[in-house]
């Protein structure tokens, strides 16, 4: 793959991917020494060969994570390389979105903010599954892992689950809100910790990106700088269990908003929008 030059900001961080990859490796090492010894010694109980078959399905399953991880960075860079390609333009290979926004200014009186919250149903449906994960986990870990009896299993499953949901709940009942900012000078969007801003001269490329398969049942959209990335949505009130932010006006004003959005960000930064989704 030839090397693309970087015109906006990466949509990867090569330094989550690295430091994942080092976790697994580190713990797919400590598993190969641990049978290791456990091969080595002279004398080895049913205690000890336990530890060995359960130390072998750490080393397959770290194993298969450290396979696979090679194929998601690279089908990262790939999508990332389209991004580049069009930012710079190079853009004659790409799709662009069918309908186009039409250029038009004239439907926002500026500044203009929107504000979405997470809604209680969706904040316990997530907190929900979070903990059920934690619980399922822990007992699995417990269970296989450090040959710890199903009850006592259980009690530490709930130990650890128990304070994880509280905190997890209250992170998100703090920071779950979002806001978008617009203005004369640009698009600021703040959602959980962060803040991005891109300003209307400074946009490169303005797409429907590829986004994990759970987000795929909004349209997001995304305009990107060589500093920043900012991304919002359309709200499909159909997805009512799982819409992680709702806006503080009804849904279909809120779409039409975001239509005179499009048509303002195609107006002020002359891009063409364009499909990167499949």
């Not at 203009?112 to 699995?140: C, E, H, K, M, P």
Request: hydrophobic share 45%; aromatic share 14%.
């Amino acid at each position: 793959m030839s090397r693309v030059p970087v015109v906006v900001k990466r949509s990867y961080s090569r330094t989550a991917f690295i430091l994942i990859t080092i976790s697994f490796a580190i713990f797919w090492l400590s598993d190969i020494l641990s049978v290791s010894q456990y091969a080595a010694a002279s004398r080895c109980d049913a205690s000890c060969e336990s530890h060995m078959h359960d130390s072998w399905q750490g080393i397959l399953v770290l194993g298969f994570c450290l396979l696979i991880a090679p194929f998601w960075w690279r089908s990262d860079i790939r999508f990332d390389a389209k991004r580049q390609s069009i930012a710079s333009g190079d853009s004659a290979r790409f799709s662009q979105a069918t309908p186009q926004p039409e250029p038009i200014e004239q439907h926002f009186n500026l500044p203009l903010t929107l504000q979405s919250a997470t809604t209680l149903r969706s904040l316990f449906t997530l907190v929900g599954i979070y903990w059920l994960s934690v619980l399922v986990i822990g007992f699995t870990s417990a269970t296989f892992f450090y040959n710890i009896r199903s009850l006592d299993a259980w009690l530490l499953a709930f130990g650890i689950a128990v304070p994880s949901f509280i905190i997890f709940f209250a992170f998100l009942l703090v920071v779950g809100r979002k806001r978008i900012d617009i203005t004369q000078d640009g698009i600021t969007i703040r959602a959980y910790t962060r803040k991005q801003t891109v300003r209307w001269e400074e946009a490169k490329l303005f797409s429907y990106p590829r986004l994990m398969i759970a987000e795929t049942k909004h349209r997001w959209l995304e305009l990107a700088s060589h500093e920043a990335i900012v991304r919002w949505s359309y709200v499909n009130g159909t997805q009512k269990w799982f819409i992680t932010f709702s806006p503080t006006m009804s849904i279909d004003e809120y779409n039409r908003v975001i239509d005179a959005l499009n048509a303002y960000v195609v107006a002020r930064t002359g891009l063409t929008l364009y499909d990167l989704r499949s």
